[in-house]
């Protein structure tokens, strides 16, 4: 009697979440199908995202390799191969995924988790943060294609002024901290923008929704270019300090003790 023994490890628990939420079928809606392919592009996504959660410091191009002693045929079904998952394949996907939107893709599943999950995203958290990357980047303006982020100096709040950076804008939900949308910014974008641009992004999102929703951001919100977007939707956030109105009503309040 031949026995053949493959580990399983963590994987399975990836599997078994990718499989809840659905996601593999969600991405096959929206991503172009082939006849002739071995996987589709949403087990091709799958494939990667347990990839980078057991074999992170390897490249893409290694994932058969990832693949071959596990067993395949109960992490995703029978017939699939970790030839299957070759660099042609995660590259094609990848591809298709770029040309349907990737923070489109991450809000269309996010959204479905959510619902599933029954996760409460009433009131939604929009903030930025930077990622410095070392190396010289260097960026031609005359050459370059619009859709294409600068890494470039700016206001670093990792506090590493010296190095270039991107910007990434995130939303999440008030229960559980779940990430509802993303996006990545020039290294040099200031957050006055990039909420303003979320703000109107958002208009037609929460007139959308059939129960209320709620932008919760800091003091960076509250500002003259966004007033037109901030009249359309409900948010909570800071009046800035430099506003005189906001010196003057603290001032009324702690006089009149109504604080």
Not at 63 to 85: K, M, Y
Not at 220 to 233: C, R, T
């Amino acid at each position: 009697m031949n026995i053949e023994i493959k580990r399983l490890d963590h994987h399975g628990i990836v599997a078994g979440v990718i499989e809840d939420l659905k996601i593999v079928s969600l991405l096959d809606q929206y991503l172009p199908q082939d006849e002739k392919q071995a996987i589709t592009p949403g087990e091709a996504v799958k494939g990667m995202i347990m990839n980078g959660l057991g074999f992170a410091n390897r490249p893409l191009s290694l994932s058969p390799q990832f693949f071959t002693n596990l067993p395949l045929e109960h992490l995703f079904r029978e017939g699939v191969q970790a030839s299957h998952f070759n660099r042609h394949k995660l590259g094609r996907t990848l591809d298709q995924c770029s040309n349907f939107g990737c923070e489109s893709l991450f809000s269309l599943v996010s959204a479905q988790a959510c619902e599933l999950e029954q996760v409460d995203c009433t009131f939604q958290s929009l903030d930025t943060t930077s990622h410095s990357l070392t190396g010289e980047y260097n960026f031609d303006d005359k050459d370059s294609d619009e859709n294409v982020i600068q890494i470039t100096h700016g206001h670093s709040k990792a506090h590493r002024p010296d190095l270039k950076q991107v910007v990434q804008e995130i939303i999440v939900s008030q229960d559980g901290g779940i990430p509802l949308a993303c996006k990545n910014w020039d290294g040099n974008s200031a957050d006055t923008a990039i909420f303003k641009a979320r703000s109107k992004a958002l208009v037609d999102v929460f007139k959308k929704s059939p129960s209320p929703k709620y932008l919760v951001a800091d003091s960076k919100l509250y500002h003259q270019k966004n007033a037109e977007f901030l009249a359309k939707i409900e948010f909570l956030t800071l009046v800035p300090s430099t506003i005189s109105l906001e010196k003057s009503s603290v001032a009324n309040a702690i006089n009149a003790n109504q604080w």
